[in-house]
């Protein structure tokens, strides 16, 4: 598998663009209940990043952040809503990037889904990832 280490994504409107400059790590399926309602969708798809990966070419004013827990930041774009990344206190050097807003295709698929236990009633998890409770 080719290891591709340079991305670029944007928000709907294009007014905040960013770059990475490293790996994007394994893509979890959230489906607490918070991500849902900032995703207005059945789950989030986040992958970590390296902070020190990360850098907003355009538009950093427009990347509100929203205290979503004690210890967990949601940013997103101020102007469309596009969720970008989650910060958590406990591990400040790593971003959560909401994949759904890479422009560079991503030669690998999610692994597993986490917090099951929140997710809708109305969904039903089609495919065969391992699912877990809460975080495995
Ligand atoms: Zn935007
Ligand atoms: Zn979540």
């Given at each position: 598998?080719?290891?591709?280490?340079?991305?670029?994504g944007?928000?709907?409107?294009?007014?905040i663009?960013?770059?990475?400059?490293?790996?994007?790590?394994?893509?979890?399926?959230?489906?607490?209940?918070?991500?849902?309602?900032?995703?207005?969708?059945?789950?989030?798809?986040?992958?970590?990043?390296?902070?020190?990966?990360?850098?907003?070419?355009?538009?950093?004013?427009?990347?509100?952040?929203?205290?979503?827990?004690?210890?967990?930041?949601?940013?997103?774009?101020?102007?469309?809503?596009?969720p970008?990344?989650?910060?958590?206190?406990?591990?400040?050097?790593?971003?959560?990037?909401?994949?759904?807003?890479?422009?560079?295709?991503?030669?690998?698929?999610?692994?597993?889904?986490?917090?099951?236990?929140?997710?809708?009633?109305?969904?039903?998890?089609?495919?065969?990832?391992?699912q877990?409770?809460?975080?495995?």
């Open positions: 598998m080719s290891k591709q280490n340079q991305y670029a944007s928000c709907l409107c294009g007014g663009r960013y770059e990475i400059q490293g790996e994007i790590g394994e893509i979890v399926q959230c489906h607490c209940q918070r991500c849902r309602k900032a995703n207005g969708t059945a789950y989030a798809t986040n992958a970590p990043i390296r902070k020190a990966d990360f850098k907003i070419v355009d538009g950093e004013h427009l990347l509100k952040k929203f205290q979503s827990t004690e210890t967990t930041q949601r940013c997103f774009c101020a102007d469309c809503g596009s970008i990344i989650s910060i958590k206190t406990e591990t400040p050097e790593v971003y959560r990037l909401r994949i759904g807003t890479l422009d560079t295709p991503l030669n690998h698929t999610p692994t597993h889904h986490i917090f099951c236990t929140s997710k809708a009633e109305w969904e039903t998890i089609g495919d065969a990832l391992p877990y409770d809460e975080r495995p």
